[in-house]
Each structure stands twice: as structure tokens, then as C-alpha cells.
């Protein structure tokens, strides 16, 4: 029987081990050869913070509920509200088209304080182009002006009040309607800015049931795509303070559509005036509002956090 020499029997383990070190270099490149590495800037809006990025060519493809769920997390993640995702324009008029994801992964119609943010962005990296920026959304063209002191504002259009419009089920369009939670009844206006809203005012937001409230209104079946709540507190008929339990995503320190959607429906229901601060836990915007077939204007701040790359 032949045996293998020290020096042979040592050599041939070397090999083995440089053949098992290049299998798992070659299984480690394997594992990530489906990871993508994106770009991507953290913005905030009065609080309101956005993960927003160019969106690669199989977008799609990775960019699943899942995945924006990881990356949402604000502990193993990156960390944000909405992420907002700019995708090549529709029409040649328009700057960018973005999706909009909440932090929950659900795609959602509209985010206004995103869209301010997006705005800045793209005035950013064109200023020659103007301060008027033209975008698109699934909720529809948006327009944008990017003022002189760095603040933003956003035409989020026409509010609609039609209950098939938010949508809420409902027999006919009032300024406020009624549901019973857990045996209380609870008072709100409804309203769609691009996304469907319900607005209960109450006597001071600090104590106002978000919390308890706001997850059973947001999934009540009359909410079919369930809906943004709003906490509405009436300071004077041009200043409110305002929560929001946003669908999705939770309370949030700001959420622009619904500061738009409780001074329409305060507006409606005679308590605003045209012309409305809206105080929300992360700073105060200005909505104007003019009245019935006209479109409402958003105006806050917009800031890029910090810049960063991230494997998806």
C-alpha cells in the first residue's frame, strides 16, 4: 500500500484549501450578484422624513413590501416615513415621475410633503431651469415653486369631497359624517387630497386619542384603501395645531395632505378662513385655500438630512 509523503500530503491540503477559499469567494460573489447598491438622499419636511432615490432599471423587481419594510426600520435600517422613488417623466414637460411607498411597503397615491421635498431636490440639481417644477404622481400632475428663503410650495389641487372620490362609504356627500368605535360615536369630515383623509376636530391636541382612535378609523371597512386621520385642534379661524396617524405609517411629526385636508374641511364646515398656519409636532406649514373649485397651496420648509448608499 503506497502512502503519501509529509511535504505531498501538506502540499495537497494547501490546494484544497486555495480551492475551498476560491469556491466560497466565487458562492460569496454568487449570493450577491442579485444585490443592487442605490444612491439615495434623506430629506425631512417639517419632520416628515423621505428615503428618496433615482429608481434603477429593475426597480420593480427589488423593490418589494418586504424590502421597503427593512429599510423603514429605524433601528436596522435606514429609517423613514415614506420612501419616494424618481422615475423618468411622462410627459416631456415634466421633471420626474415618483411612487410613493409608506414605511408599512404599501404604495400610496400622494405625499405632500414629499413633494416638496422632491421639488427642492430637482431645483437643486437644476436651477437653471427655473423655480417652477412640474412633477407627476400617481395622484396626478403636481405643480411646485421653490421660494427665494428656501421654503417650497406645492399645488395639491382640488380637494374632493364626493364620498366615491376618498373613497368612504357613504349615501350621500355631507361636511361630516359619523362611525362607532368601540361603542363611541366618533364626528369627522372627509376629504381626498390625492388620498383619503378623515379630520375629527378636537379641544386639544396633546390629548387628542390618537393612538386609541386613530388605527380604527384608519381601517374601518367604510375606508376601503383605509385613510389618513387627522387631529384638529382650532386655535383662531387662521390657526390650527394638527396630529396625524397616518395610513401605514403611523403618527407621524407632519404629513402635508393632511394639513391640507383639515383646513378644506375646516373651511367647509365655516370654521377656517382661506388662509390657515397649520402647527404640526414637527413646525408649522401655510395652506390656502381659496374655497370650492379652486386648488390648495402647501407651503413649508424641505431639507436634505444627509446623503448615503445602501445594498438592496
Same mark, same amino acid.
Given at each position: 500500500m503506497a502512502h503519501n509523503p509529509p511535504a505531498l500530503l501538506f502540499l495537497t491540503e494547501v490546494r484544497l484549501a486555495q480551492l475551498g477559499a476560491r469556491l466560497l469567494a466565487t458562492n460569496i460573489v454568487i449570493g450577491y450578484a442579485h444585490a443592487m447598491r442605490i444612491e439615495f438622499l434623506k430629506m425631512q419636511g417639517l419632520g416628515n422624513d423621505f428615503f428618496?432615490?433615482? #429608481?434603477? %432599471?429593475?426597480?420593480? @423587481?427589488?423593490?418589494?413590501?418586504?424590502?421597503?419594510?427593512?429599510? #423603514?426600520? $429605524?433601528?436596522? !435600517?435606514?429609517?423613514?416615513?415614506?420612501? /419616494?422613488?424618481?422615475?423618468?417623466?411622462?410627459? +416631456?414637460?415634466?421633471?420626474?415621475?415618483?411612487?410613493?411607498?409608506?414605511?408599512? *411597503?404599501?404604495?400610496?397615491?400622494?405625499? *405632500?410633503? *414629499?413633494? $416638496?421635498?422632491?421639488? @427642492?431636490?430637482?431645483?437643486?440639481?437644476? +436651477?437653471?431651469? *427655473?423655480?417652477?417644477?412640474?412633477?407627476e404622481s400617481k395622484g396626478g400632475i403636481v405643480n411646485a415653486r421653490? /421660494?427665494?428663503?428656501?421654503?417650497?410650495?406645492?399645488?395639491? !389641487? @382640488?380637494?374632493?369631497?364626493? +364620498?366615491?372620490?376618498i373613497?368612504?362609504? @357613504?349615501?350621500?356627500? %355631507?361636511?361630516?359624517?359619523? /362611525?362607532?368605535?368601540?361603542?363611541?360615536?366618533?364626528?369627522?369630515?372627509?376629504?381626498?387630497?390625492?388620498?383619503p383623509h378623515a379630520v375629527l376636530r378636537v379641544a386639544d391636541v396633546t390629548t387628542a386619542p390618537v393612538a386609541r382612535l386613530g388605527p380604527s378609523i384608519e381601517n374601518h371597512p367604510r375606508f376601503p384603501r383605509r385613510a389618513n386621520v387627522g387631529f384638529m385642534q382650532v386655535v383662531d379661524p387662521g390657526h390650527i395645531a394638527l396630529r396625524v396617524f397616518e395610513r401605514g405609517a403611523g403618527e407621524t411629526l407632519a404629513c402635508g395632505t393632511g394639513a391640507c385636508a383639515a383646513a378644506a374641511v375646516g373651511r367647509r364646515q365655516g370654521i377656517l378662513s %382661506?388662509?390657515?398656519?397649520?402647527?404640526?409636532?414637527?413646525?408649522? %406649514?401655510?395652506?390656502?385655500?381659496?374655497?370650492?373649485?379652486?386648488?390648495?397651496?402647501l407651503t413649508g420648509p424641505?431639507?436634505?438630512?444627509?446623503?448615503?448608499?445602501v445594498d438592496i
Open positions: 428618496v432615490f433615482d #429608481a434603477p %432599471a429593475a426597480a420593480g @423587481a427589488f423593490f418589494d413590501p418586504i424590502t421597503v419594510r427593512a429599510l #423603514a426600520d $429605524r433601528h436596522t !435600517g435606514v429609517g423613514f416615513d415614506q420612501a /419616494l422613488m424618481l422615475e423618468s417623466p411622462r410627459s +416631456p414637460d415634466s421633471r420626474t415621475y415618483y411612487r410613493v411607498f409608506n414605511s408599512d *411597503g404599501g404604495e400610496v397615491e400622494q405625499c *405632500g410633503n *414629499g413633494a $416638496r421635498c422632491i421639488a @427642492a431636490l430637482l431645483f437643486a440639481r437644476a +436651477p437653471e431651469r *427655473g423655480r417652477s417644477v412640474k412633477m421653490v /421660494l427665494e428663503d428656501g421654503r417650497v410650495s406645492v399645488d395639491m !389641487g @382640488a380637494p374632493d369631497f364626493a +364620498p366615491r372620490s373613497p368612504f362609504d @357613504a349615501a350621500a356627500e %355631507a361636511p361630516s359624517y359619523s /362611525l362607532t368605535i368601540r361603542g363611541e360615536a366618533v364626528e369627522f369630515g372627509a376629504v381626498s387630497m390625492g388620498n %382661506a388662509d390657515v398656519r397649520v402647527d404640526l409636532p414637527g413646525g408649522s %406649514a401655510q395652506v390656502s385655500w381659496p374655497g370650492p373649485g379652486e386648488h390648495v397651496w424641505a431639507k436634505t438630512v444627509f446623503t448615503g448608499t
